[in-house]
């Protein structure tokens, strides 16, 4: 596979598709489906950090795996480096899939227990001939460096370090193959705090000097404001509004977007968002609610949102899918939901 020259858009997702079968029963008939990714799109730019936020089950985690064929997609296309990544038979992935990597949720279970950290960094470095046999020791202990971990530590195993080391030691393996972009699935989520910090800033320090593209997965709106160049907020498998970090941190258009960035802690007083409380839990993906997924749980649900599945609404560089905003030329005003929620 030869290389060619690419566009600033180092990732295109386009209408990404994913649905599990419920089968039930010793026939196993299937009685429904999961509609875990429906109709995501994104762009991704060299460099830059996209964020898949929402609740637990909004598909962000499946959106991430299917990027990268760990999961295969039932539609869509996913465009990298030239190519519709969901087309490639397996040769071909082969060769491509070195330049796109995973930093796992897990420390602890992500790495094998009976390799040596050599082993786990550097065998899948001789596998894309990057180095050699005799090679390989000295590429390993110059990627621990620049992960923070000392060079000696290449004869251990995974059980003899930390959690944050270990997290350390899955971005080594990722970044050993000079990737193009990385998918960062809750890659802090599992560790404390300051560990966090450290983790986070290292991710920031390897793009700087490797011109990484990440396409980071989190809960924590803190860290998301920290790392992104750009927001996607999912719910119930759907994008429900896109636009660039700053602005959807100013000015939140989508009632579930206010309601999630109302829940995050800060030290300006200020600058603190009134507590919005949504009523009852997600609903099932199995059956999601008619229309406007979210309109089960929204204070300003109207008639209008179960008739049909408001569409995305393009503001300049922003995207936000509610009937609010499908006949305004410009951005409306955010809507607001304090006044509709429940009392503290």
Excluded: W
């Excluded at 598709?17 to 010793?26: D, E, I, M, S, Y």
């Excluded at 990385?182 to 450290?198: G, M, P, T, Y």
């Excluded at 609903?283 to 008639?303: K, M």
């Amino acid at each position: 596979m030869s290389d060619v020259t690419f566009d600033t858009q180092l990732l295109q997702v386009k209408n990404l598709t994913k649905h599990f079968p419920v089968l039930k029963g010793a026939f196993r008939r299937q009685v429904g489906t999961v509609k875990a990714v429906d109709d995501v799109s994104f762009d991704l730019g060299r460099g830059q950090t996209i964020s898949l936020v929402g609740e637990s089950g909004c598909g962000k985690t499946t959106t991430g795996r299917t990027l990268l064929r760990l999961i295969e997609a039932d539609a869509g296309q996913v465009l990298f480096r030239g190519h519709n990544i969901l087309d490639l038979q397996k040769q071909a992935l082969r060769k491509l899939r070195r330049h796109m990597q995973i930093v796992f949720q897990d420390p602890y279970s992500s790495l094998n227990p009976r390799q040596t950290i050599g082993e786990i960094i550097g065998l899948p470095m001789v596998m894309h001939n990057l180095c050699t046999r005799a090679e390989m020791d000295e590429k390993v202990r110059a990627v621990l460096v620049r992960v923070g971990l000392q060079a000696g530590y290449i004869s251990r195993y995974p059980h003899e370090f930390s959690g944050g080391q270990r997290q350390r030691i899955g971005i080594a393996r990722a970044v050993a193959l000079e990737p193009d972009f990385i998918v960062c699935d809750e890659a802090v989520s599992a560790l404390d705090v300051s560990v966090q910090a450290q983790i986070v800033n290292l991710l920031l320090d390897l793009q700087e000097q490797m011109g990484l593209s990440y396409v980071f997965i989190a809960h924590d709106l803190s860290v998301v404001r920290h790392i992104s160049d750009h927001v996607v907020v999912m719910y119930l498998g759907q994008v429900v509004e896109s636009a660039p970090c700053d602005e959807i941190f100013a000015q939140p258009l989508h009632p579930y977007t206010q309601a999630l960035l109302s829940a995050v802690p800060s030290t300006d007083i200020a600058a603190r968002r009134k507590r919005i409380l949504l009523p009852g839990d997600v609903p099932s993906p199995i059956n999601p609610p008619s229309g406007c997924r979210f309109r089960s749980r929204c204070p300003i649900a109207e008639a209008r949102c179960a008739q049909a599945v408001p569409p995305l609404v393009q503001f300049g560089k922003r995207q936000v899918r509610c009937v609010h905003y499908e006949h305004g030329a410009t951005p409306l005003a955010p809507v607001n939901i304090e006044k509709h929620s429940p009392s503290l």
